[in-house]
C-alpha cells in the first residue's frame, strides 16, 4: 500500500445485488413459507379469539394488525450534535420530519 487511507465498507460501485433481484438464499423458504399463510392467519384469529391467556390474545390481534395495516411508522430524527433521538409514533399521525436542523427541546425522550 502507498500510504493511501482506504475507507471500509459503505456504498461502493458495482457492490451487492441489483435492485429487483429476489435473494436466492431466501426465496425457497418465503415461497414454502407464504403456503401457511392462510392457515396461520386462522391460527391468529383463533387465539385472539379463544386464547388461554390475555397476553396471547393481545399478541395475536397485535401481529393481525401488523399484517393488515403494516407497523407503526417510526421516526429517527437526527441532530448536528451527538444526541440522537427515536421518536415511535404509534397514534396514526404523520411522524415528524426524519431530518431537522434545530433540536426540539421539548420533545419527549422514549
Known sequence: MNGEFKPRG????????????????TADIKALAAQY????LETLV????EGESEQARI?????LLDRGYGRP???????????VRVIVN?????????????????????
Open 46 to 49: 383463533r387465539i385472539m379469539n
Open 90 to 110: 404509534r397514534g396514526g399521525t404523520t411522524p415528524p420530519s426524519p431530518l431537522k436542523d434545530h433540536l426540539i427541546e421539548d420533545a419527549p425522550l422514549v
Open 37 to 40: 399463510g392462510p392457515e396461520a
Open 73 to 83: 411508522a417510526q421516526a429517527l430524527e437526527l441532530y448536528r450534535g451527538r444526541e
Open 59 to 63: 399478541s395475536a390481534a397485535k401481529e
Open 10 to 25: 459503505g456504498r461502493r460501485p458495482g457492490a451487492g445485488r441489483k435492485p429487483g433481484v429476489p435473494n436466492k438464499l
